[in-house]
């Protein structure tokens, strides 16, 4: 057996066991807590939300700040809108069903409440200062709680590593898939123009990376909402018996016997929560990281309207693939991933189904690739004090140029074990912090009240 191959099947093993029942309990738990600590502040203030991201002119950003509280939502969705929920739907109802598209609702609504946490206390701890350069998230807030010596560090390290693999080399991969399928292009040109692309975006510092990012995001989201509408229209009849399909096989067992008892249960609910969060980026921390540039001052406004973003890729896009999957009928024909994603909507679209989902999985992952530029630019900063910024440049790009003609299966696996470690560190920090956002929530209720 090869040494990649030996590594591959270790990371699987323990990928089984992290997101069987451990990590599932601890998700629901520390959500449930947080969920009723802050009596639910994801259903309270949905309404509030909405006016925040409407009307941005009410949550001010720092004089220091590389963007404004509005920018970092936008980017904060585009890094939770990729190819790991075009792709990561399909695969979760391969996996685990039709039940895993209620576990994806459900999870998302929680993780709303895990988002407004994270986004509050990246505002409410302040940012660091490295020339003209801001970090924030939770870097800054693991260094309030026991542990602070080398939490920050653990995580900024996996966040990088994150960044690097997911939010790039993956990215990377996929737009050249998707390029040489609909254009033909050869995949060294393709990797090549990326190169290009991304060195100019890095050489322009946080600004430009904003400013890029600013343009790919309302094209991507738009797009997506235009054509899942067609494909939902075009099945209407199928989404109320989708529904009830939905429903029931979350509950129900389909084997019944022996030790295979409730397993498909397990595995809807696995696959559900853990395409949820690699979607949705819920507890993660990498929208912390994108609103702490914001150095804003008004945390709870940042905390409320960024739930939205979890709102808007979880229960909005992610459930809307999933049914679209479901309603159109192609849910159990065999094929998963983008592959699924792409059946469903040769229901409607014909052969020009596949180059819709292609334009869709090319556009989404270049949002991802140019936002995760920033976090991955956020933890190096962090890591080295602020020094060696060409440095995070240059490999920023070569990974971009590399993920592009590499095969990534082994980086595909190590999705789950990256997000894994980042979930268990942010979330005992926020759990530890707790108390702080109760009063921070507290104090903004007495004044608006």
Known sequence: MQINEMVNDWILSINNFLWGWPLIIFFVVVACIISVSLGFVQFRYFVTAWKLLLFPDGVKAGKKGDMTPFQAFLNALSTSLGNGSLGGMATAIFSGGPGAALWIFVFGLLGMAIRFCEVFLSTAFGVKHWGHSVIGGPMVYLSQIPGRSFLPYLYALFCLFLALTTGNAMQANTIRIGCSRIFGVESLVVAVILLVFMLYVMLGGAKRIIAVSDKIVPIKVGVFFLSAFVVLGYHFSAIIPSLVLIFKAAFTPQAVFGGVIGYSIQQAIRFGIARTLNASEAGLGTAAVLFGGSASTEPTKDGIMSMLGCFISANLVCFSIALMIIASGVWNNGQTSLDLTISAYETVFGASGGWIVTFLSVSFGLGVLVSYAYIARSCWLFLTQGKFIMAINIIYCLATF?????????????????????????LTGILLLLPLIKIGLRDYEKHTA
């Open 402 to 426: 590399f993920g592009a003609i590499a095969k990534v299966d082994l980086i595909w696996n190590m999705t789950d074990l990256i997000n894994a470690v980042l979930l268990m560190v942010n």
